[in-house]
T-cell receptor, first 117, second 111 residues
Framework: NAGVTQTPKFRILKIGQSMTLQCAQDMNHNYMYWYRQDPGMGLKLIYYSVGAGITDKGEVPNGYNVSRSTTEDFPLRLELAAPSQTSVYFC????????????????FGPGTRLTVL | DAKTTQPPSMDCAEGRAANLPCNHSTISGNEYVYWYRQIHSQGPQYIIHGLKNNETNEMASLIITEDRKSSTLILPHATLRDTAVYYCIVRSEAGANNLFFGTGTRLTVIP
């Protein structure tokens, strides 16, 4: 299994541009997440999904959109890039079968480093 | 919200056991202790988790005190590739946003 994969690894955007960060998992996990990590800081949850067609906001959703049309894929869309969105973005997935948030182990992808100039 | 306290940094000699402590004095009865690590700029890597019993897997051991107010992650034979920031996380039933990465412990394995 490749686990959680993310593309691209690096990207530079100009202010106002749009892009989609791709995330895919091959573990047949039900739940998927998007986080951002600013330099020297912890991870902050942007959006998450508990299944195809179901998404919900996390702690910092403004400026982002998501969709989940399949179990495997969970793309993150930036519509009007701003310098404040310069960050490293991590996608994660978890089985979502334990019936408990406290025991649902999340597995992370390698990240996308985004710079907005 | 941070519910754990970890030393900011530790050193360990290569080949020796690395013992990383974590205090979680306000942990509730149904909250689990999770450990992740993050090797420079990579995605966080799951290591181990537990509720009240000691746990062991191929990567590490987790020792939780009887009162559950603290725990220790043990890497039995540290290698240079174990150099990373290690995060101790208490996970509640609060929902999806329950994986709080604080500042962690930066472990440096020395040759």
């Amino acid at each position: 299994n490749a686990g959680v994969t993310q593309t691209p690894k690096f990207r530079i955007l100009k202010i106002g541009q749009s892009m989609t960060l791709q995330c895919a998992q091959d573990m047949n996990h039900n739940y998927m997440y998007w986080y951002r990590q600013d330099p020297g800081m912890g991870l902050k949850l942007i959006y998450y999904s508990v299944g195809a067609g179901i998404t919900d906001k996390g702690e910092v959703p403004n400026g982002y959109n998501v969709s989940r049309s399949t179990t495997e894929d969970f793309p993150l869309r930036l519509e009007l890039a701003a310098p404040s969105q310069t960050s490293v973005y991590f996608c994660a997935s978890s089985p979502g079968t334990s019936g408990s948030w406290s025991t649902d182990t999340q597995y992370f992808g390698p990240g996308t480093r985004l710079t907005v100039l | 919200d941070a519910k754990t306290t970890q030393p900011p940094s530790m050193d360990c000699a290569e080949g020796r056991a690395a013992n990383l402590p974590c205090n979680h004095s306000t942990i509730s009865g149904n909250e689990y202790v999770y450990w992740y690590r993050q090797i420079h700029s990579q995605g966080p890597q799951y290591i181990i988790h537990g509720l009240k019993n000691n746990e062991t897997n191929e990567m590490a051991s987790l020792i939780i005190t009887e009162d559950r107010k603290s725990s220790t992650l043990i890497l039995p034979h540290a290698t240079l590739r174990d150099t990373a920031v290690y995060y101790c996380i208490v996970r509640s039933e609060a929902g999806a946003n329950n994986l709080f990465f604080g500042t962690g412990t930066r472990l440096t394995v020395i040759p």
